[in-house]
């Protein structure tokens, strides 16, 4: 079975502070991992993936995260906030690769 | 990286009507593609998924003759909303995977969503 949480419903930062957005998965077999931006009213755009490869990911917008195995987790860290990064993000496991699971979403709000 | 669109961006239209959306790969070839619903500040929520000439596969809960997909070419797929009604108005994404010559994506490309509202 997969499932994916992502801990924080809503995180709110100032501006020029890190991100931290955090994401556990639990996974039967070896997962791919990616996260999703949504701006309002628009698609989701990838971020970044994981793929059995680095477990440190980088992405795009200054945007890593890192996949730690041992702690079922896949958190997406930025160092500094900016105030185009406030939007929804989702955090999506893969094991399959034709059967993806989001959790339900992390509202990021980027306080000037 | 591979770009897949949608149209139209919004819609409103009368209750009991239909309601075609179209999601197109434009630089790939998409073997499959997804359909998701999304409520107001809630996560997406898969609808069905369809590949090249099949017939789609639909999670438990949607209902396959009140939400039509055809997907009958490798760029092509369409929700049909059958007889909309109020409570179907929401935001509609197509998500696609597939190959661009010898490139097999293994990852969702996303459409920028359609808007429904239904009066």
């Known amino acids: 079975a997969q499932s994916v949480t992502q801990l924080d419903s809503h995180v709110s930062v100032s501006e020029g502070t890190p991100v931290l957005l955090r994401c556990n998965y639990s996974s039967s077999y070896s997962p791919s991992l990616f996260w999703y931006v949504q701006h309002p009213n628009k698609g989701l755009q990838l971020l970044l993936k994981?793929?059995?490869?680095?477990?440190l990911v980088k992405g795009i917008n200054g945007f890593e995260a890192e996949f730690k195995k041992s702690e079922t987790s896949f958190h997406l860290t930025k160092p500094s906030a900016h105030m185009s990064d406030a939007a929804e993000y989702f955090c999506?496991?893969?094991?399959?690769?034709?059967?993806?699971?989001f959790g339900t979403g992390t509202s990021l709000t980027v306080i000037p | 990286g591979a770009v897949v669109s949608q149209h139209p961006s919004r819609v409103i239209c009368k209750s009991g009507t239909s309601v075609k959306i179209e999601c197109r790969s434009l630089d790939f070839q998409a073997t499959t593609m997804f359909w998701y619903r999304q409520f107001p500040k809630q996560s997406l929520m898969l609808m069905a998924t369809s590949n090249e000439g099949s017939k789609a596969t639909y999670e438990q809960g949607v209902e396959k003759d009140k939400f039509l997909i055809n997907h009958a070419s490798l760029t092509l797929s369409t929700l049909t909303v059958t007889s909309a009604h109020p409570e179907d108005s929401s935001f509609y994404i197509c998500?696609?995977?597939?190959?661009?010559?010898?490139?097999?994506?293994?990852?969702?490309?996303f459409g920028p969503g359609t808007r429904l509202t239904v009066l």
């Open positions: 994981y793929t059995s490869a680095a477990t």
């Open positions: 998500s696609a995977m597939g190959l661009a010559g010898a490139i097999s994506y293994n990852e969702q490309f």
């Open positions: 999506v496991v893969s094991s399959t690769g034709n059967q993806f699971y």
